[in-house]
T-cell receptor, first 122, second 105 residues
């Protein structure tokens, strides 16, 4: 059974940092690209960042570029998101998601974590 | 950035009826469009990938069509559990989602 367990969210002041983690199981982690997608409660979905299976290709939404860093540890089956210089507009539920296809980036996300909530407020 | 525009914003139907949801891309994306279903308090669930392929475990009443810039998700006969918010998503960097269609009873 595929499982993605997100953690690391919480309440943080503007300008501070937070690191999200996603521990996975039930599939060959280093076969697939992984992504972070966020959702402000009651609003739509926003892709945040993605990383290829070997970390050779990485992408960010313009809204987080230069502040967030995605990484993965294939030995630990883990995905991370380092979030620096947090802003109130970063407040959202953050989901770790798995690419459906081994080759084609972003061709459907077939498994999602339960989400971890990030609140940014003074 | 490719903008995905979904219509209608809200669709009010009854169980047993046919639902037709639209997603229009600002530029051609070939067949690389996915659809997701999200229920309150849950993570999204992949319904359709590559415009017309049902994801694992998705009932046959769900179907997807389209290519280029115009895509449609059809639910042939609505079941009570189908009422949810539906999002489309494309893969050309940066990955983007539509704003969602709320399918309500």
């Amino acid at each position: 059974e595929v499982q993605l367990v997100d953690s690391g969210g919480g309440l943080v002041q503007p300008g501070r940092s937070l690191r999200l983690s996603c521990i996975t199981s039930g599939f060959i982690f280093d076969d697939y690209a992984m992504h972070w997608v966020r959702q402000v409660p009651g609003k739509g979905l926003e892709w945040v960042s993605g990383i290829s299976w070997n970390s050779g290709s990485i992408g960010y939404a313009d809204s987080v570029k230069g502040r967030f860093t995605i990484s993965r540890d294939n030995a630990k089956n883990a995905l991370y998101l380092q979030m620096n210089s947090l802003r109130t507009e970063d407040m959202a539920m953050y989901y770790c998601v798995k690419d459906r296809d081994k080759v084609i980036w972003g061709d459907g996300f077939d498994f999602w974590g339960q989400g971890t909530m990030v609140a940014v407020s003074s | 950035e490719i903008v995905l525009t979904q219509s209608p914003a809200t669709l009010s139907l009854s169980p047993g009826e046919r639902a037709t949801l639209s997603c229009r891309a600002s530029h051609s994306i070939g067949i690389y469009l996915a659809w997701y279903q999200q229920k309150p308090g849950q993570a999204p669930r992949l319904v359709i990938f590559e415009a017309s392929n049902r994801a694992t475990g998705i009932p046959t009443r769900f179907s997807g069509t389209g290519s280029g810039t115009d895509f449609t998700l059809t639910i042939s006969s609505l079941e009570p559990e189908d009422f949810a918010v539906y999002y489309c998503q494309q893969r050309t960097s940066p990955i983007t989602f539509g704003q969602g269609t709320r399918l309500e009873i």
